[in-house]
């Protein structure tokens, strides 16, 4: 059965509880969300991500306790150009909410979420390394997966599949 | 990865910690996992670990990919359990999709994919006791793994990188006699699992070795991202396969193993009673196998049977189309976890509307169960660390992608 059409209007959706929470304390730092097959998606503004993730986490109604991943998504070329996708999962409720960060291509940063969970250390690692978003306040913002001195980041949509040769 | 002239934090203080390097190739890792060790006399001050060795791109590989091409590339990745990565896979497609499932195919499933876990819970308990000393309960356990690696073979042809799952369902009907061996091999199971207790359980020596050794409390945990027996052994009752169903889970009936000490002791009972409940939950796909059909009813994306092909002119052409250009997948995206035996295993697949996949993100367990190791080590022996290692259960493959 074909899925019925995607819920993108932020108004229809304020009732979800995590919605509900964010809009409470700051509609500012609500830039929309999106019902789509099953699943929540909650667009986060830039400045507000780990304040909102603190806050989801310790919302008593719908504790968002549980930080599953955290990734990137590489629009290229268009603009604002990165999507950090965090995965949160409420383990009393059984259910999860996605959130996005959108970034601008240049010079992408958003603030990291280690303080919230420290969980985040690896995943955040990984999308540094691997995009070349940089997350500021990580207590170690290394490359994880790649040699030191690699050049480029892999997953970037403008980086061959075969490498640069 | 990271060098170890490259890391400041590590720098011997004043002359009383050392630094000892431990892997990548060391028998103890299960893999090339590198551990950073500053260590004072026996104890370790801090521990880091250092991943990338196994690193191959496989997340940027999927996207040049069509979405039927990744199967395989999943099994890859966690070598130990090729079919829950496929079956986590081709749900988060399927679900893209909107597609149903036969029960016949859903049941194939989690049969397999039980089938799966005991053989990587078979895997870590042997290398996990050889590490420790115990060798004898390797060779036990591998005698069993290699009836489980047959049925394997016997299904999908290959021993080990199975890629029988598809999107739409499975590859084949299973072969004849095949769910008699099934039944056969569940049947003589649980007592093997006997045997492994009986060397293990109640040995002094495994006890000291393993109980309050690298604990975690389950705050932390939680906090750190862990998942699976990881989590379990700390006294977290989540288990996804009970939680959130996927794939007609909620239709079989199991306990899931908690345990509270949060020990190496507490997770290894939590995956030995997991090897008792996987074979339950065999016992009940067996018996309860539906008729039916074993592929979902959508031609322009599930290959038709190789006779209609050679029979049919329509057949002949999805084939020819699937093949050839791939299928287009709706856009939208999806995040689909699944229970691996290692914790919580999940895709996020983005579809741009196209053949082939935008994003393949695998969410690891293992890379976040990683996390916990310098909690469970600092501040303890230098040889518990090799009991930490074993007693999380990673596979290197799976956490460098």
């Given at each position: 059965m074909p ?14 509880p995590?919605?509900a929470r964010?809009l ?12 789509d ?5 909650i ?8 304040e ?6 310790d919302?008593p ?5 549980y ?11 268009s603009?604002?150009?990165f999507?950090v996708?965090y ?11 996605r959130?996005?960060v959108?970034?601008s ?5 958003v603030e990291?979420?280690t ?7 690896y995943?955040?690692?990984e999308?540094?390394d691997?995009?070349?978003?940089r ?6 913002l290394r ?8 050049e480029?980041?892999?997953?970037r ?7 640069y040769? | ?7 400041p934090?590590?720098?011997?203080g ?5 630094i000892?390097?431990?892997?990548p ?5 299960h893999g ?5 060790l500053e260590?004072?006399g026996?104890?370790?001050?801090r ?16 996207e040049a990919k ?5 199967v395989p590339?999943t099994?890859?990745?966690d070598y130990l359990c ?9 749900l988060?497609?399927?679900?893209l999709l909107g ?9 194939l499933r ?21 590490d ?8 036990y ?7 489980i690696?047959r ?31 099934v039944r056969?091999f569940?049947?003589r ?13 109640g040995?002094?020596?495994w006890?000291m ?8 409390t389950a ?11 990881t989590?379990?052994?700390?006294g977290?009752?989540h ?7 996927y ?8 306990k899931v ?27 009940q796909a ?14 322009h994306v599930?290959l ?10 329509e ?13 287009a ?9 699944v229970?691996?035996p290692?914790?919580?295993m ?16 695998m ?8 996390q916990t190791l310098?909690?469970?080590c ?8 090799v ?7 990673i ?7």
């Open positions: 899925w019925p059409a995607a819920v993108t209007e932020l108004e229809k959706l304020k009732d979800h995590a919605i964010l409470a304390w700051n509609p500012a730092a609500v830039e929309g969300a999106k019902y097959r099953d699943e929540i998606t667009y986060i503004e830039r400045s507000s991500i780990r909102a993730c603190a806050l989801l986490r919302n109604n719908f504790p968002l306790n930080l599953s991943d955290v990734t990137c998504v590489d629009w290229y070329p603009d604002p150009r999507e996708v995965h949160l999962l409420s383990i009393s409720k059984k259910e999860r909410v959130l996005k959108r970034l291509g240049d010079s992408p940063a990291s979420i303080s919230v969970w420290r969980g985040a250390n995943f955040e690692r999308v540094f691997l995009f070349g978003v997350f500021t306040g990580h207590p170690y490359r994880i997966l790649m040699p030191e001195d690699w480029g980041n892999p997953l949509k403008d980086y061959p599949v075969e490498g040769r | 990865m990271a060098h170890l002239t490259s890391v934090a590590l720098e011997p004043q002359d009383k910690t050392m000892l390097n431990m892997g190739q060391h028998p103890s890792t090339v996992l590198r551990l950073m260590i004072d026996e104890n370790i001050v521990l880091m670990p250092d991943i990338g060795f196994l690193h191959t791109g496989i997340e940027k590989t999927c069509f979405y039927q091409q990744v590339m099994d890859r990745i090729p079919m829950t990565n496929n079956l986590c896979y081709v988060a497609v399927e679900k597609l149903e499932i036969p029960p016949k195919a859903q049941w989690v049969m397999m994919n039980e089938l799966t876990r005991i053989n990587s819970h078979l895997v870590w308990l042997g290398t996990h006791a050889m420790m000393g115990a060798m004898t309960v390797f060779l356990c591998f005698r069993e793994r290699e009836d690696l049925l394997f073979e016997a299904i999908s042809g290959q021993r080990m990188m199975t890629s029988y799952f598809r999107i739409g369902g499975v590859a084949l009907e299973p072969p004849l006699g095949f769910l008699d061996r056969d569940a049947n199971f649980p007592s093997k699992v006997d045997e492994y207790e009986n060397l293990l359980t040995n002094p020596i006890m070795r393993t109980k309050g050794v690298a604990k975690i705050e932390d945990a939680i906090a750190l991202g862990a998942s699976g027996p989590l379990r052994g700390s977290v009752d288990d996804l396969r009970r939680d959130m169903p794939s007609g889970y909620e239709n079989f009936k199991f193993p908690v345990a509270k000490e949060g020990d190496v002791f507490a997770r290894y009972m939590c995956r030995v009673q997991e090897l008792r409940e996987s074979i339950g939950i065999v016992k067996v018996e309860g196998m539906p008729d039916g059909p074993v592929k979902a009813n959508a031609p599930v038709p049977d190789r006779e209609k092909m050679k029979t049919q002119m057949a002949l052409i999805y084939h020819f189309k699937i093949i050839t250009e791939g299928f997948v709706p856009e939208g995206e999806v995040y689909q976890a229970e691996s290692r914790g919580e999940g895709y996020y697949v983005v579809s741009d509307g196209t053949a082939k996949p935008y994003r393949v993100h969410r690891s367990a293992c890379l976040a169960n990683l310098p909690s469970m600092e501040g303890r022996l230098l040889a518990d660390v009991a930490a290692i074993g007693s999380i259960d596979v290197l493959g799976e956490i460098d992608r």
